[in-house]
């Protein structure tokens, strides 16, 4: 699952309430269930616009901190491990 405790060990500079608001945002576009396991594959979504449209957090773009580039980022390696796993797993 992608848990806060999970991006905080993956994503350097990633903090509590990042992790926990960016969580927070891929379960309410549906992307990850209440177990924080995703339903969405990370690697052909929209999660990105997900972060940077998010309403709730436009006043606190805390993810300008982040780089969101496909095949760099720490974040979207980390998304894209617990996708893998997740697909290996349920196999």
Request: hydrophobic fraction near 35%; glycine fraction near 2%.
């Amino acid at each position: 699952p992608v848990t806060v405790h999970y991006l905080v060990q993956r994503v350097p500079g990633m903090s509590i309430t990042v992790a926990t608001q960016l969580i927070q945002t891929l379960q309410k576009a549906h992307h990850l269930d209440s177990n924080s396991m995703f339903i969405v594959d990370p690697t052909r979504s929209n999660w990105r616009n997900l972060l940077n449209n998010d309403t709730q957090q436009q006043e606190h773009k805390y993810w300008h901190n982040f780089a969101l580039k496909p095949g760099f980022s720490p974040l979207a390696k980390a998304l894209h491990r617990a996708w893998a796993f997740h697909e290996y797993c349920s196999e």
